[in-house]
């Protein structure tokens, strides 16, 4: 039970990395970006070639597979994104969804439709026997960055001064361009950030999910239950959603096998039913 829910934690973490950009750029910018999944397959790639022709070491990749994913988010979000910011909600999904194929489609001429594995360093391999429960060093490893980073990002968001601009830039950007806050500016770097931290998820789970040109589609659905779930008024209600979902996850695929892949859905619907708007958003 102790090592089941240690895995779900561990899984919790992960979607918590891929999804916050998502929570962010759809709670915080009003922006709905269904191509977030495509940022983090670029870093999962990038860490494949970074790993498999250069020799990089997996540890060296990651800070990489961020800024890959971020550089390619800033430039789309100063090309294409901001032109869709005044959009419906409608035609921001026709134009993400639009983007999601296109990255399908690429990546599949570029690298093939064959699955994508990373090797591991020795030391990450492995699990160890630690007051009665079977720690994968993996899953351990991910557990504390992840858990790093998350509140990392909660402060970044409510104890920094470009937290203070962004809220301030979101709630009217009209009177924060007023006051000299560059708007433009502030949502560039907030979605690179976004795309950065989806990156950078795809390069932690290679290993867990697998990569492949269809990702973007396959977890596309898991991002969006994360945000449903959790709210979009902060970074604290994607991360309690993504552990709660993490662990119904691999709980009902370990206990109820013939059922486990909906167990994350039941799970959204209760929560759904009895928080319409999210586990901490208030009532609009």
Not at 203 to 218: H, M, S, V, Y
Not at 250 to 274: D, E, R, S
């Amino acid at each position: 039970m102790a090592t089941i829910l240690f895995d779900g934690v561990a899984y919790g973490m992960l979607l918590f990395v891929l999804a916050c950009g998502l929570a962010v750029t759809l709670g915080l910018m009003n922006f709905v970006n269904l191509a977030h999944g495509a940022f983090a397959m670029a870093g999962g790639y990038a860490t494949v070639l970074l790993m498999d022709r250069a020799g990089v070491p997996f540890l060296a990749c990651l800070p990489v597979a961020f800024a890959v994913a971020a550089l390619a988010g800033i430039v789309l979000e100063r090309t294409l994104y901001r032109h869709m910011y005044r959009r419906s909600h409608l035609d921001q999904v026709l134009f993400s969804i639009g983007l999601v194929f296109m990255a399908v489609s690429g990546t599949t001429w570029a690298m093939g439709s064959s699955q994508q594995n990373v090797r591991l360093p020795a030391w990450l391999l492995g699990r160890v026997e630690l007051l009665g429960v079977n720690v994968g060093i993996y899953r351990a490893f991910i557990i504390v960055l992840c858990g790093a980073l998350a509140i990392g990002l909660q402060l970044g968001l409510t104890r920094t001064r470009f937290g203070s601009r962004l809220r301030a830039a979101v709630d009217d950007a009209r009177v924060a361009r007023g006051l000299g806050i560059p708007v433009g500016t502030v949502f560039a770097i907030t979605f690179a950030v976004g795309s950065g931290l989806a990156g950078l998820g795809g390069a932690l789970g290679t290993e867990i999910l697998g990569l492949d040109p269809n990702f973007p589609l396959k977890f596309m659905i898991y991002f969006l239950i994360v945000v449903a779930v959790g709210g979009t008024s902060g970074v604290a209600g994607p991360f309690v959603a993504s552990l709660l979902l993490g662990i119904a996850d691999v709980a009902g695929k370990y206990y109820v096998p013939a059922i486990g892949a909906f167990v994350i859905y039941l799970v959204m619907i209760a929560v759904l039913v009895l928080r319409p708007h999210g586990l901490f958003a208030r009532p609009r």
